[in-house]
């Protein structure tokens, strides 16, 4: 297998070259993940069939952008035996998942030189259950994105950094700050299973086939 990056000189160039295939984002919803995307609307969306909501210019999106570096220089003055390194609009391929494009948010050397995924998070928290996504776990979407990054670019272990913002009852705004840590020889199944899942949706896309719908869990 063989892992390479390319970078765009805009995100207008990045975007188009997202509707090559499936990103990091997207994997969840292949596989009934993703709660805010199905399967088959993926689908529509790749065959062209239907545009995707515009959620550029929503505040979570905005916050999450702009918050993206900072959280980064943060991580790696909390990690200082790891390298941490970032190109902007990259786009990650690999020769054994033709369908597959990831965009990173970073990538790691450890202190043993191992390579790492780096993932940022940002969350807002609305009501108490919103908690439990996150306690002493990956919400799941996120988590296929992690496998899905460390698939492509052959990565040993992952590190997502969630941002969670919320509100105390008494209406003060606070955030907290959760790391997670994933190593690939725990998650080689479901790395395996997401992978084979991907190559099946992207035939899909490829021969103009709808996909059979696949629901969430509830």
Known sequence: MTAIMQTFDSREAWLKNRFKGVGGSEIAAVIGQNPWCSNVELWEYKTGRAERPAVSNEEAVRYGRNAEGLIRTLYALDHENYSVYHAEFNSWSNDAYPWALASLDGWLHD??????????????IQRAADWEKWNNKIPPNYYCQCLFYMAVIEAEFADLRAHIRYTTADGERRATIRDYHIERADVEDDIAYLMTEGAKFWEKVEKDERPAAILPDI
């Not at 043993?112 to 969350?123: A, N, P």
């Open 111 to 124: 202190d043993k030189g191992r390579l790492g995924v780096l993932e940022i998070k940002t969350s807002e």
